[in-house]
């Protein structure tokens, strides 16, 4: 039965669908317009998920102290269950998150790192390409939550932003810095990256670059290529080898038949390699997929210089230019040429200026990691650290974020945020570009420009999107939970520094996939039966979330399911798995939980190009619409058990305003439906048999006056 059938059989039970631009009468026009404006900055194709896998490249480790060790960030704007687990030691965790708050978890070195790293010495060239059945941690929620790691030794540290398995991608190329200068064998330490799966049998094809001198623990030379299987939550390390100086993976290739997750980094890098003194590098690497042309390279709080940074090409023939300035053609991506990333030092390169914040881009897609300098360059308290970029055009107008802290010991000196963003028709920081800060009453919203001062720290060079950027260094005051909010699209880094110890990375990312050009969102396609459970239709178990597109090679495919639980109420679901980015469809349903009461289900789904669709599903108890006591005068149904011979139906001429009689099964499934037309005595007869339904009870519905009614019977054999 179609759904437009079904609301002919009840008035009193509510199917509503909504997309985005339509209005409803389920909540008031406010509150579905606070809902739709959460859709594309908070839940929509970005670093917020409801899974993860994390497994990173080892640290150097020397001495630890109590504060020491690795741990994860866990913030929502929901209360909700989370589970960590790693399967490989047989470890679970769960942790309920309270809303607008960070969660610390600490979690043993060898559950979160790939290949532990023994204390005082260099394991990196222990590593060989081989899999590690089970070692990734694995991270599971009922509500989208954002996660951070970071891996905190004394003297050495970094952080990480955790990209949820929704927004995994199937092409890498690896950005990461050099091994340490150090060439002799006990000191050597290595330019490593990890590849996790997420899904069984995914194969992984990894093709080594880097320099002349780069090799592999496992044996690769440049240009040389290794195929890999894996299985959910399985992790591959691949570590540099010793041929030589300033050895790195940079540049290597990684493409997967099924979406993966990629984490890189250095064991402990001199950044430049000739400025001490050294520090873990870590982050988590994009898809080329969410790859763009124009990129903010920022430089951090009170350092004297901007960042180094290191730009990949996509694709061959690739030219790249800093503030206008064309600076090189990244060509034959993915041979053994090693032109296919550049590395720019803001020490002492002019096009910087003063302040060191500009604008990378090129005539094709790229990519562009920072490495903060150390210490030994300005003397200024800090340390390297690595930072991923992402693209203007993965900006978005809220940004949620959290340090890695939370005011008991173990967080850093100093936290750091540089938020980019358009000016205003005065050249000014927009008035509703506003920082929000989390407490116990909530949030309280400040416009940035009363709270940090009216000046910006630069402006960029020239437009981007037709329009002129500018970036604010703003210092934290506490470690916590914070919300930026504009009508214009934003972007933002956190950073953060002690005593030779530093981390950094983006403090939200987009991540839409704009390689297939997918403008259409996806449909769902269900029914809801008499007793609420949202199923498919022509009598199909699950509803179906399919992706669409206005081309047959513009599919982006399914990311995200959604349930918003924070609408949602009385219904209970159950989503099937299904490959994100990969499959075009998913499938759910849903249940009601006390029929007796009323219930209402939100769903949201994604593409992985972003584009969403929203629908709210409304049922009615059947107790204040349904009455088959109240039935007696208006219908006789008999016999009341059946073998399954024939069933006789009778309404009395009072029942001449029903349309429509359906028989219902008690999982609320429509078997058979007839017009209602009365016979000439005033009695309507209908007659239908039974022996092709199974075993069970049956319910005979009508409606009279804007109330339904309802008599049963029972087929036994």
Known sequence: MKPSTFTNVSNSLIMIFVVLCCSVVVFSQNELDQTIKKLPSYLNSSNAGTEFYISVPTAKIETIYPNDGCYLYISSQYQTEVEITNDAKGSRRVIQTKPNDVMKVKIPENEIQAYLNQQGTNSGHNLSETVIPLQALHIVSNDPIVVYGCIRYSYTSDAFLAIPTSSWGQEYIVNTYKAHEW???????????????????????????????????????????????????????????????????????????????????????????DVPWCDYLVD?????????????????????????????AKEPNTIVSVNGIVVDTLSAVGNSSMAE??????????????????????????????????????????????????????????????????????????????VIYPVNNQNEIPDDLLFGEVDSNGITWTPVKNKFGNQHSQLFYGNQNGKQYAVKNIQLAKEGVYH???????????????????????SFVGLKDNSMGDLVAPNIVFEQYVNGTIGGIEK?????????????????????????????????????????????????KANVIDVTKDAQLVVSTF?????????????????????????????????????GGVVTIELTQGSANSSMVSVVGIDGKVVKSFDNVLSTNGVQTIQFITSE????????????????YQKSFVKIK
């Open 183 to 273: 060439s002799k064998p006990a000191n050597n330490l290595a330019s490593m990256t990890t590849i996790v799966a997420a899904y069984d049998s995914t194969k992984v094809i990894f093709t080594l670059n880097g320099t002349i001198t780069t090799n592999t623990v496992g044996g690769l030379t440049t240009g040389q290529s290794k195929s890999l299987m894996l299985n959910k939550g399985d992790v591959v390390p691949i570590a540099s080898g010793m041929l030589g100086l300033d050895a790195t993976l940079a540049g290597s290739k990684i493409v997967a038949t099924k979406p993966i997750g990629v984490f890189s980094g250095v064991q402990c890098a001199d950044v430049p390699t």
């Open 284 to 312: 988590m690497e994009l898809p080329t997929s969410v790859w763009g042309t124009e990129y903010h390279v920022t430089k951090n709080f009170n350092r004297n210089a901007g960042p180094l940074f290191q730009v990949v």
């Open 341 to 418: 990333w550049t590395e720019l030092n803001a020490k002492g390169d002019i096009w910087f200026g003063n302040n060191g914040n500009v604008v990378v881009s090129a005539d094709k897609p790229i990519s562009v990691t920072t490495f903060n300098q150390g210490q030994s360059l300005d003397n200024i308290q800090n340390d390297p650290f690595q930072v991923t970029c992402y693209p203007i055009d993965q900006y978005r107008n809220e940004i949620v974020f959290a340090t890695p802290g939370i005011g008991d010991g173990g967080g850093f000196n100093q936290n750091f945020i540089n």
């Open 484 to 506: 930026l909010q504009c009508s214009e699209e934003i972007g933002c880094y956190s950073y953060g520094m002690s005593s030779f110890d530093s981390y950094g990375m983006p």
């Open 540 to 588: 199909n178990e699950y509803a179906e979330v399919v992706d669409r597109a206005t081309t047959h090679n513009s599919y982006s495919n399914i990311a995200k399911v959604l349930i918003r639980s924070e609408y949602t109420s009385n219904y209970s679901t159950e989503l099937k798995p299904f490959v994100a980015g990969i499959d075009r469809s998913a499938f759910f």
């Open 607 to 643: 593409d992985k190009a972003g584009n969403d669709t929203t629908i709210i599903i409304t049922y009615k108890s059947l107790t204040t619409s349904i009455s088959e006591k109240a039935s007696d005068k208006f219908m006789n149904v008999y016999p009341s058990i059946t073998d």
């Open 693 to 708: 339904l199974p075993i069970g009870m049956y319910y005979v519905l009508y409606s009279m006056n804007g109330q339904q």
